[in-house]
C-alpha cells in the first residue's frame, strides 16, 4: 500500500522561509530526500503539497476511500484547521502528524496542535528527519 505524504501551505517555499527554522532546504529537496528514503525502504510513498484546505482535504477523503496510511505536515493548519482534524479523522488507516521545527519551542499560537488527537503521533524538530522517522513508524504501524 503507498504511503501518502502530504503537506500543507508555504511549505513549497521552505528557502525562502525563517532561516533558523529550515535552513537552506528547498521542497524539491525534502520530496527527493524522503522519495530516496522510501526507495532504500522498499515502501511506495505518493507526495503531494497544497495551500489549499480544500484540497488537502479532498486528498485525505481519497486516502480513506482507499484505506492509505498518512503522513502530514498540516504547516499552519495544524494550530486552527477544525476541518483538516475532521477529514483526518476519517481515515481507516495509521496516521503521523510531521514537523520540520519544534512548534512548541515557537510562538504561543504553535503550541496548539488540533490535528493531535487524531493521529497515531508527532514526530516534530528533526527537519527532514522527522518525514524519514515517520516512514519508519508507518512501515512498523503496517507489520
Ligand atoms: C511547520 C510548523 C508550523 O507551525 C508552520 O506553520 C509551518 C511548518 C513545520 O514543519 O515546522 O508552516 O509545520
Known amino acids: 500500500m503507498k504511503i501518502l505524504i502530504l503537506n500543507g501551505p508555504n511549505l513549497s517555499r521552505l528557502d525562502l522561509r525563517e532561516k533558523n527554522y529550515y535552513g537552506d532546504l528547498t521542497y524539491k529537496d525534502l520530496a527527493e530526500a524522503i522519495s530516496t528514503k522510501a526507495d532504500a525502504m522498499g515502501v511506495e510513498i505518493e507526495i503531494k503539497q497544497s495551500d489549499s484546505e480544500s484540497e488537502l482535504i479532498s486528498w485525505i477523503h481519497e486516502a480513506a476511500d482507499k484505506r492509505q496510511p498518512l503522513i502530514i505536515n498540516p504547516a499552519a493548519f495544524t494550530h486552527y484547521s477544525y476541518a483538516l482534524r475532521d477529514a483526518i479523522s476519517m481515515l481507516k488507516a ?5 514537523h520540520l521545527s519544534n512548534p512548541l519551542s ?17 514526530i516534530a524538530g528533526f527537519g527532514v528527519d522527522s518525514y524519514l522517522l515517520a516512514l519508519t513508524a508507518m512501515q512498523n504501524l503496517a507489520k
Open 94 to 98: 495509521p496516521a503521523i502528524e510531521v
Open 106 to 122: 515557537r510562538e504561543e499560537f504553535r503550541h496548539t496542535s488540533v490535528v493531535s488527537g487524531v493521529v497515531q503521533g508527532t
